[in-house]
């Protein structure tokens, strides 16, 4: 199907991915019809060899070698400069293409048989969170895609750590699994201005990993001056108050898992409102309070 043109949803270890041929405009047109996704953000393009990346990159500064060493395969993304086999409808126009090699064992064989780069963003719904289950595709996307393909709970629940290395330094552009404590020990320098990631970064001016239900963020013991009575809690302490549902995260990789599947379980339930706990931004902590904050913007 994919190599026919079609689109195919795929789980990873980050989210479930919207796939279609990468090299194929028409193909690439259906993602952003099927998603409803603005025609002026790019998507993240999916291979399964490190030979790949110089099939569709150009000029890598060393930095960017060693960080694909370090975390190809894994929930990791790097923006290059594409080389022309990369349609620009793919990138959205720009001259830079993102490419990610994803690690879980049945998304490298589904890239590795259609034999095609894989253009891929999240399946959800433009603005919905991401979907973390196939069942969480099929809610958003069923009538919308060929096919999908049915595979176990992502293991991060996060999308990945997007670094740009296009240029002279490594920009942090999503922070995600691979934290930026992580990439600091292969590329000290590493810059995480937000000035600048706003204006690399297409996506970020959109509304995203939003619920039906508003969030809002409540620090440890914080009681909200809002009725909790069809609230939703998450956090990893338990609530100072007593909301209708909650789920009480054992640690940070349990929190980053869960949060998108928690939010699409707040709306299933008719729930108005949803209190997320606030973390440190440390480690993962980075990761789960950027997903926080644009969700309760
Ligand atoms: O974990 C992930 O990265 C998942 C799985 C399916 O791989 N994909 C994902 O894709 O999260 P998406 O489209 O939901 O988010 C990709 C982000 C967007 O904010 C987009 O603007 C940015 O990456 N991006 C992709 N290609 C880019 C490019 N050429 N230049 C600048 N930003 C780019
Ligand atoms: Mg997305």
């Known amino acids: 199907m994919l190599r026919a043109g ?36 790019p998507l993240i393009v999916h291979i399964w060899h490190h030979d790949q990346v110089d099939e569709l990159a150009c000029n890598l500064p060393d930095y960017a070698r ?3 060493r370090e975390f190809f395969p894994g929930p990791f993304s790097l923006l ?9 409808i793919t990138t959205a126009g720009s001259s830079k293409v993102c490419l990610r090699m994803p690690s879980l064992e049945l998304a490298r064989r589904f890239l590795e048989l259609s034999g095609r780069p ?11 969170p991401s979907p973390t289950r196939w069942q969480d595709c099929l809610e958003d996307m069923d009538g919308r895609v060929g096919a999908i393909l049915t595979g176990p709970e992502a293991a991060f629940g996060l999308e ?12 942090l552009l999503r922070p995600g699994a691979i934290t930026l404590e992580q990439l600091r020990l292969v590329v000290p320098e590493i810059a995480t201005n937000q000035k600048l990631v706003r204006e690399i970064t297409p996506g970020m001016k959109y509304r995203h990993y939003a619920p039906e239900a508003r969030v809002y963020l409540v620090t440890p013991g914080e009681v909200p001056a809002l009725p909790v009575d069809r609230a939703g809690y998450i ?18 990789q349990d929190y980053g898992r869960q949060l998108f599947s928690f939010f699409r379980e707040c709306d299933r339930r008719g729930l108005n409102t949803i209190l997320a706990q606030t973390v440190d931004q440390k480690g993962l902590g980075r990761a789960i309070m950027n997903r926080l904050r644009k969700a309760a913007a």
């Open 80 to 88: 290059l400069p594409k080389r022309p086999l990369i349609p620009d």
């Open 6 to 41: 079609q689109t195919v949803i795929f789980p990873t270890e980050t989210v479930y991915g919207l796939g279609a041929d990468a090299t194929n405009p028409a193909a690439v047109t259906a993602i952003y019809a099927a998603k409803q996704r603005p025609a002026d953000n």
């Open 66 to 68: 060693q960080l694909i």
């Open 118 to 128: 894989v253009a891929a963003p999240s399946a959800n719904l433009s603005g919905r």
């Open 235 to 252: 956090g990893l302490t338990p609530p100072a108050f007593e909301p209708a549902y909650q789920l009480l995260a054992a640690n940070l």
């Open 160 to 171: 990945s750590t997007i670094v740009d290395a296009s240029g002279p330094v490594p920009v």
